[in-house]
């Protein structure tokens, strides 16, 4: 079992900054695909950014591209998310989330919910206008 914990969050102004950070328990960090996931009100969960185990490859939504950075430090078993230039769209429950099944080499970068095993409990982003 894996919990994971978001932190961060916050309210800010248009063209602010936030980092995210997501902390893992035990170990076996180092083998989780990670990603970063968001729900506005009356929205749908939607994928933001993903990593593989080892860090080297990314994935980001349109929505976010140029603009947020994901990475991960896999010796303090956490992940994080850079959000620069945020806008009002921008606001919405961020979660992190795992996946323990890819294999410590895997390349794999994972941008579907239903890939993921386990979610933290979320932290709210609002950026005012």
């Known amino acids: 079992q894996v919990q994971l914990v978001e932190s961060g969050g916050g309210l800010v102004q248009t063209g602010g900054s936030l980092r995210l950070s997501c902390a893992a328990s035990?170990?076996?960090?180092?083998?989780?695909?990670m990603g970063w996931f968001r729900q506005a009100p009356g929205k749908e969960r939607e994928f933001v950014a993903a990593i593989n185990v080892s860090g080297g490859r990314t994935n980001y939504a349109d929505s976010v591209k140029g603009r947020f950075t994901i990475s991960r430090d896999n010796t303090e078993n956490t992940l994080y998310l850079q959000m620069n230039n945020l806008k009002p769209e921008d606001t919405a429950v961020y979660y992190c989330a795992a996946d323990n099944r890819v294999g410590i080499l895997s390349r794999a970068v994972l941008s579907r919910a239903d890939e993921y095993d386990f979610w933290g409990q979320g932290t709210q982003v609002t950026v005012s206008s």
């Open positions: 035990g170990r076996a960090f180092p083998q989780y695909a």
